[in-house]
T-cell receptor, first 113, second 112 residues
């Protein structure tokens, strides 16, 4: 079945460092790909998405590119802030849209000043 | 903005009690979901519903049931709570097509 694998955390970075959180997937067809973020004490919220190969999703300085050839959707940010400390989830949606999202296990990011 | 509310942020119950977790959404979304979130295990889908009175089992339905009598409300029921159901419970909604889910703030349930 479909699955998502993301790098294990926790990841600890200094403010203004470059961030990469790896995400790879296994799926049939052409799924949609998502990154969700969960700030402390809150539910998840959609950060960005891409629906077809080579699409780049972006939001709040974060970017991720849908790479069909490597089945990857890595999350990047050029300069992290303390306020980016959160848990990040990669997720996959079936092409048909009629089955629930498949989530990775999440990666906790801590940014220190 | 979509608003998804959950009845309690924190809940403490005793083993064997019947527990109700309520989720209400205000955006007329067709689909609603219940997840539990545990350290190291990520999100696991318990049940989802794509219409009133309709439900589908997720990955870990054992020990849980659900009810959806109205479109805006989706309840998760623990018939007889056990300590291994201590967890964070998250409700989510989406429009037709099961992507782009909107989450509530979560209920942290402790069963003692």
């Amino acid at each position: 079945g479909d699955s998502v694998t993301q790098m294990e955390g926790p990841v600890t970075l200094s403010e203004e460092a470059f961030l990469t959180i790896n995400c790879t997937y296994t799926a049939t067809g052409y799924p949609s790909l998502f990154w969700y973020v969960q700030y402390p004490g809150e539910g998840l919220q959609l950060l960005l998405k891409a629906t077809k190969a080579d699409d780049k999703g972006s939001n709040k300085g974060f970017e991720a590119t849908y790479r069909k050839e490597t089945t990857s959707f890595h999350l990047e940010k050029g300069s992290v802030q303390v306020s980016d400390s959160a848990v990040y989830f990669c997720a996959l949606g079936s092409p048909s849209g009629n089955t629930p999202l498949v989530f990775g296990k999440g990666t906790r990011l801590s940014v220190i000043a | 903005d979509v608003k998804v509310t959950q009845s309690s942020r924190y809940l403490v119950k005793r083993t064997g009690e019947k527990v109700f977790l309520e989720c209400v959404q205000d955006m007329d979304h067709e689909n609603m979901f219940w997840y539990r979130q545990d350290p190291g295990l990520g999100l696991r889908l318990i049940y989802f519903s794509y219409d009133v009175k309709m439900k589908e089992k997720g990955d870990i339905p054992e020990g849980y049931s659900v009810s959806r009598e109205k479109k805006e409300r989706f309840s998760l029921i623990l018939e007889s709570a056990s300590t291994n159901q201590t967890s964070m419970y998250l409700c989510a909604t989406s429009r037709t097509g099961l992507h782009e889910q909107y989450f509530g703030p979560g209920t942290r349930l402790t069963v003692t």
